[in-house]
């Protein structure tokens, strides 16, 4: 560790408190497209993406002009007392892409968590219930709601007392776990059986594809299963895509990977390049449930922000970025089944387009992939239940030179921190 870096550890200590962890011991200084730098000038091939917010890289050219643009404009007025013309078309250009079956209404808002909650508000105001069911290894958010809805304790719930109540917890189905669909939809009869009646239940909230929770796509037969459910007891079906929206799955929304749609989408993350802003989109009907002043924010959907998004938009159409996520995704894949096929420690790959995990069976392999992979000058990040898969998270604006580079290292690495399958020996 460099002296600057020592330095700002130290004071990171005394000016923070414990609970913001950071995975780096170091700076950043600058960042372009896929690379980042720190103070001392060292680089880093960046498969993180700031957690899946960069499908369309650090500082765009025309997202940069976007924000620039705006800034000579105006940064903020409150759009419930100012209105402006930018937060309405952006409305208008999702109301047209986002998967929902019939006119659709969109309201924005500032983080992840802020866009469940609310989705949560207009499920419960359309539907005059309380109940809301999520999945085992979900994850919404970090407010108290978001946290109750959350499907992991450590370390989002831990210390943090009673969460709210009327959230229960179904289990998400999972080959590599042994969750079969049968067993999923199992779960959700012992809650209605169990914990609450199907007519007191508002919403049934799911992410199409598990980020946190480990990059589980959600087989074809439950999603068609949860529809006809939700339908058949007027059950909202709500998709959370914070994650998994904006080209990453290779659709601009997962659940177009779907013949059926949500009621309800949350999106945030890639949809401002880096910018913070979120939105809920859904049935016009649904969406119009609460009364004027129910929904907003004094931030909700900044001026700055709306003008970034309009950029992504743009950006992820010139620059076919679903079709590369396709392309660099099944690129990766096919490397990261190569080495499945070689070491024992490799439990699982799985991918939709270019969100891609590898999963271990054991924490402490995937760790120390990591581990070997910043030292030599690629970020990655774990997630799943026990932190033991790795999930790619690249820029999908990344030249295929350095996504070749990226590869090199990650074999390498692999090559150094696992032991492949001797002859005549079969794979854990």
């Known amino acids: 560790m460099s002296e600057k870096n020592s330095l700002m550890q130290q004071r990171k200590a005394q000016a923070l408190p414990k609970g913001i962890g950071t995975l780096c011991d170091w700076y950043v200084a600058r960042a372009e497209n896929a690379t980042l730098w720190d103070q001392a000038g060292n680089s880093w091939i960046d498969f993180a993406g700031g957690i899946a917010v960069l499908n369309t890289g650090h500082r765009h050219p025309r997202i940069e002009q976007a924000v620039a643009d705006q800034l000579t404009k105006f940064t903020h007025t409150a759009f419930q007392i100012t209105p402006y013309e930018s937060y309405i078309a952006l409305a208008e250009r999702i109301n047209q892409r986002v998967p929902i079956a019939g006119p659709a209404k969109t309201a924005f808002f500032t983080t992840g968590a802020e866009a469940v909650e609310n989705a949560v508000k207009v499920a419960r105001a359309y539907t005059r219930r309380h109940g809301i069911i999520t999945f085992g290894n979900a994850f919404h958010g970090r407010t108290f709601m978001t946290m109750a809805m959350t499907g992991k304790v450590a370390p989002y719930k831990r210390d943090f007392g ?18 079969s669909v049968a067993a999923a939809l199992s779960s959700l009869d012992d809650i209605f059986s169990q914990d609450v009646a199907p007519h007191d239940v508002a919403a049934i909230v799911l992410e199409p594809v598990q980020g946190e929770g480990g990059f589980h796509a959600a087989p074809l037969a439950f999603m068609q299963s949860l529809r006809e459910l939700a339908d058949r007891h007027g059950i909202l079906l709500i998709a959370d895509e914070v994650q998994s929206g904006f080209a990453r799955t290779g659709k601009l929304f997962a659940m177009e990977h779907y013949p059926v749609k949500a009621d309800i989408i949350t999106m945030a993350k890639s949809l401002a390049g880096g910018m913070p802003l979120s939105a809920v989109a859904g049935r016009a009907e649904v969406m119009d449930a609460p009364s004027p002043g129910g929904l907003g924010g004094t931030y909700a959907g900044n001026p700055l922000a709306i003008a970034a998004a309009h950029a992504v938009l743009d950006v992820i159409e010139e620059e076919q970025l679903c079709q590369r996520a396709v392309k660099l995704g099944a690129w990766l894949e096919a490397e990261l089944q190569k080495h499945h096929a070689t070491y024992p420690a490799i439990a699982d790959v799985r991918a939709l387009g270019s969100m891609v995990a590898m999963e271990f069976h054991q924490p402490g392999d995937a760790q120390a992939v990591q581990q070997a992979a910043m030292a030599n000058g690629l970020l990655l990040l774990t997630c799943g239940a026990k932190g033991n898969v790795i999930r790619f998270l690249y820029p999908l604006t990344i030249p295929d030179a350095q996504f070749s580079q990226a ?7 692999l090559s150094q921190a696992l032991t492949p399958v001797t002859q005549g020996s079969v794979p854990a």
């Open 162 to 179: 009673p969460m709210p109540a009327s959230v229960w917890h179904a289990r998400y189905p999972s080959e590599v776990q042994g969750i």
């Open 407 to 413: 590869l090199d290292i990650l074999n390498a690495v």
